[in-house]
């Protein structure tokens, strides 16, 4: 008996050991940071990101504007403080302004999305009024020389289409081909970076795990189903963004680069001896980032979690849709095993580190990880998203600062980072958080819709005419 004991003992010990070694801390020192030694590639992209919905206004027709007027099973609105998305920065009438905004700040690339349920109001039924919008907001771009950096989902979808399930249907896949061919044929002569998909994952478990955001339910089957149908729709969405466009528009020879947007969070046990916290976090890191990101390496997509959930689908061909990676990067969280809760984990932000408005811990190191995370792709990375809710104008500076250099060091490293863009260009409309969360390099007054420059934001425009001065 005493023999067995010790043979668990060593095994267990054994396992630990293996995990440390397989997950070596990274590697990152805090050190003296002297901006003026920087050099960045050359054409870098330096942006701010915003989204359709969250800063357009306007968008009654999207599954979101119904999911506002809800309430959860307590009676409490679905949005903090009851907030309506309704105008939100009133993007779409004063996008003029905000591009020039952007180009002060001395940007040169703008990633932003179109609204799915503007262009398509109803079923087959294209809106040439919302297309030449978008056109005109492209070309404004173009003089502006500004490149445009397209997603094409992110986050909302028609109501008719959420009324047939979204992507929980396999129908949604053909909705989503025909919204991209019309959408590259008419926007393709001016835009050639193209993102399918924001934050798939982000998507399937706020709206089909937490239930917090439209659909609002609450089952893993279908959010592995959710998942798997976008995984498909963005394979078939490269092809015909391939084939549709064929016109370059920024001159370096190729037409379009098509790539996906990943979030990623990083995730570490709270007690590195501790087995269980480890067995946490292995899962959860697989849910939040490897299942999807593995997809693109293995051509098919397995979301196998505990004995909760075993899903799998063929994507033959799926690693060869990908021509860049975008990496939307905020925090990192410690997981620890949590017998008295429902999931059995609990996953908050490290006590010494300072928080963001989001209760997110600010960790840059974790943006150096998360690009050596898709390092392997082999392909450029975007880091499509990074950025901080705060009204402490010194966090800010040094989130954003803090930032670019962990980027730096990245490379530094010899991975390929090929642009930043700083979410977000202005405050908005934070989904389930309302407007109190501001996000923005611009604050916004949203009686006045006035734009003020936010303190602290400075040094994100030195770093970038820095690096334009090395060109
Ligand atoms: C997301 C989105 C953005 C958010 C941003 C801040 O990550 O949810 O891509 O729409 O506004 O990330 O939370």
């Not at 592995?224 to 092809?239: D, K, T």
């Amino acid at each position: 008996m005493i023999n067995f004991l010790i043979l668990l003992l060593l095994l267990y010990l054994l396992l630990v050991v293996w995990m440390n070694l397989r997950h070596p801390a990274v590697r990152w020192k805090e050190h003296k940071i002297n901006i003026a030694e920087y050099t960045f590639p050359k054409s870098f992209f330096w942006g701010a990101a915003t989204s359709a919905y969250q800063v357009e206004g306007g968008s009654y027709n999207a599954d979101w504007a119904e999911w506002e007027k809800t309430y959860d099973v307590s009676g409490n609105p679905r949005i903090k403080n009851g907030d309506r998305c309704g105008k939100a920065a009133d993007h779409w009438n004063r996008y003029r302004e905000d591009l020039r905004l952007l180009k002060d700040f001395g940007c040169n690339s703008y990633r932003f999305s179109v609204e799915w349920s503007k262009l398509v109001p109803q079923p087959g039924k294209w809106n040439p009024a919302a297309a030449d919008h978008y056109v005109e907001m492209c070309r404004f771009m173009r003089d502006l020389e500004i490149e445009p950096n397209l997603t094409l989902h992110h986050f909302t979808l028609p109501r008719w289409l959420a009324e047939k399930g979204g992507f929980e249907h396999p129908d949604s896949i053909n909705y989503f081909m025909d919204f991209t061919h019309k959408t590259a044929e008419t926007l393709g002569p001016y835009v050639d970076y193209w993102a399918t998909f924001n934050e798939p994952v982000a998507l399937a478990l706020m709206g089909w795990i937490r239930g917090v955001w439209s659909p609002g339910k609450q089952d893993i089957c279908l959010a592995a189903r959710v998942l798997g149908n976008i995984l498909e729709a963005h394979q078939q969405a490269y092809r015909i963004l391939h084939a549709t466009i064929r016109q370059d528009s920024d001159g370096d020879g190729v037409p379009c680069r098509v790539g996906i947007v990943k979030n990623i969070t990083i995730f570490d046990p709270a007690r590195k001896w501790y087995l269980p916290d480890w067995l946490c976090t292995t899962q959860i890191n697989k849910l939040y980032n490897d299942a999807v990101l593995d997809a693109f390496h293995n051509d098919r997509f397995r979301f196998n979690l505990l004995n909760r959930v075993r899903y799998r689908k063929e994507l033959p061909g799926l690693s060869d849709t990908l021509d860049w990676i975008g990496v939307n990067y905020y925090t990192r969280f410690l997981t620890k095993f949590d017998p008295n809760s429902a999931q059995r984990v609990q996953a908050f932000p490290a006590k010494k580190l300072p928080k963001t408005d989001m209760d997110w811990a600010v960790c840059p190191a974790g943006l150096y990880r998360a690009l050596q995370r898709v390092n392997g792709f082999g392909v450029p990375i975007f880091i499509t998203e990074n950025g901080i809710a705060t009204d402490d104008d010194q966090l800010r500076k040094d989130f954003i600062l803090k930032h670019v250099d962990a980027l730096h060091e990245a490379i530094l490293d010899k991975i390929d980072v090929r642009g930043y863009y700083y979410w977000s260009l202005m405050d908005n409309f934070e989904w389930a958080e309302g407007f109190a969360k501001r996000f923005g390099l611009y604050y916004v007054d949203y009686q006045t819709q006035e734009r003020t420059l936010k303190n602290g934001t400075d040094i994100y425009r030195e770093i970038i005419a820095q690096s334009r001065s090395k060109e």
